[in-house]
Structures are given as structure tokens and as C-alpha cells.
């Protein structure tokens, strides 16, 4: 479903996809049986792509990220499947345990512990690609931000692709571009009518700022 996207997350984020920063198999069955139900194919998606890289999954240090809870550490509830939190705020995200057998169910989030949920995001694969762009644009060492408004997005459109497809990212908060031949990642916060453009590469961030005409600025 989104494995192969995700991949490509993270080779256009650090070069190269490896094995190792993915989830064994076993230990995402050995989830599921403690559990006793099978978990979403966008969530195992996730866990064997980027269930052992430390960005990804929110645990290499950094502020202001998201975690997504290892497969050992998935808890049920209230009938709520908590698989996503903030790592400085008591925001929490789930899957209903009604839609565990859906192949890519919606999201619901809340603002801490005992709050009510609301529907978050139209599909967890929306959700979980978003997340792992967001996560690998924060945590790379050339960053630029600008505020545009989301009718201004073809500019972006033009000079990204969409991870995954457009289709895929739209329905929650975020959307995420990728350009795996400058190794450009960049994800638009719809909340916040923020752009967020990082890389890896020396001089990437200045020519995407050249052939973009954006007033791109420091993080």
C-alpha cells in the first residue's frame, strides 16, 4: 500500500533505504498476536519501511516531533488502537478497534489523555505518509520555511511530486512533496499555511529557492 512510498522517504531524505530500518516481520505478527487482531496494511506498511529508523519513528531526539509507538508498545484503549503521540504535548492519535480490519481506516486525534476523539484524517495512509515527511524534513541539516497560501501550491507542484500521489496525501493537515533526484523533501501544513523544505544536499535548498521564486526563510 504505502511501503514502497515510504521507502522513498527515506532514500530521498539519507541516501539510501536499508533493511534495518524497517520492522522484522515477526515482530509485527508478534504485535498483532499480543493484541489479537491483525493491524491496518498502512500501519505494517509503515512498520516494515520505518519501524526501526529513530527520525521516522520520532525517537532521534529532536524537538517538537511526533512518535509513533513500536509495534511492542501499541496499546488499545476504549476501543481506540493508540499508535501516534506528540513527544512535547499530550496529543494523541488512534484507529477505532471497530475498523482494525479495514485495510487503511480513518484517523481520529485528540488533544491529551481522557479528551475527545475527533476524526483527524480521511485515511491512516494519508496520515502516516505525512508523518514520516515531516519528520525526515525536520531532521535534515538544510531547512527553509515560507508561508503561501494553498492556491499557491502549483508552484510547488511544478518542482515536487506528491509522495506517493496527490490523491494519497490529500483528506488531514499536511501534504508532502518529494524530489528523490535533488533529494528535496518538503511537507505544507494546511493549519498554519506553512511550507517546510529541507535536504541533505549542499546547494538543493538554494536552487529550489531559485527555481521556485519563493521568499523561502530560515526555520
Known amino acids: 500500500m504505502i511501503e514502497e512510498s515510504l521507502q522513498d522517504v527515506v532514500s530521498t531524505a539519507y541516501g539510501a533505504w536499508r533493511p534495518e530500518d524497517?520492522?522484522?516481520?515477526?515482530?509485527?505478527?508478534?504485535?498483532?498476536?499480543?493484541?489479537?487482531?491483525?493491524?491496518?496494511?498502512?500501519?505494517?506498511?509503515?512498520?516494515?519501511?520505518?519501524g526501526r529508523h529513530p527520525e521516522l519513528m520520532g525517537t532521534g531526539g529532536r524537538e517538537y516531533t511526533l512518535?509513533?509507538?513500536?509495534?511492542?508498545?501499541?496499546?488499545?484503549?476504549?476501543?481506540?488502537?493508540?499508535?501516534?503521540?506528540?513527544?512535547?504535548?499530550?496529543?494523541?492519535?488512534?484507529?477505532?478497534?471497530?475498523?482494525?480490519?479495514?485495510p487503511d481506516p480513518r484517523v481520529q486525534g485528540r488533544s491529551g489523555p481522557a479528551e475527545r476523539w475527533y476524526s483527524r484524517f480521511r485515511r491512516l495512509s494519508a496520515f502516516?505518509?505525512?508523518?514520516?515527511?515531516?519528520?525526515?524534513?525536520r531532521s535534515l541539516p538544510h531547512q527553509a520555511s515560507v508561508r503561501l497560501r494553498k492556491g499557491d501550491l502549483g508552484t510547488v507542484e511544478s518542482l515536487l511530486g506528491y509522495v506517493g500521489s496527490r490523491d494519497v496525501c490529500k483528506g488531514g493537515d499536511w501534504l508532502s512533496f518529494a524530489d528523490r533526484s535533488s533529494r528535496v523533501l518538503a511537507d505544507y501544513c494546511h493549519i498554519t499555511s506553512t511550507l517546510r523544505v529541507g535536504t541533505a544536499a549542499p546547494g538543493a535548498l538554494d536552487s529550489f529557492r531559485e527555481r521556485s521564486n519563493l521568499r523561502l526563510g530560515p526555520v
Do not use: K
Request: hydrophobic share 45%.
Open 22 to 50: 524497517g520492522c522484522p516481520r515477526a515482530e509485527i505478527a508478534a504485535a498483532e498476536e499480543r493484541l489479537g487482531f491483525a493491524l491496518p496494511d498502512a500501519l505494517r506498511d509503515y512498520y516494515a519501511a520505518a
Open 128 to 137: 502516516l505518509i505525512n508523518v514520516a515527511c515531516r519528520q525526515a524534513v
Open 67 to 102: 512518535r509513533v509507538s513500536a509495534p511492542g508498545r501499541l496499546d488499545v484503549e476504549a476501543g481506540a488502537l493508540l499508535f501516534c503521540g506528540e513527544n512535547r504535548w499530550p496529543a494523541q492519535w488512534s484507529v477505532s478497534t471497530d475498523d482494525h480490519g479495514w
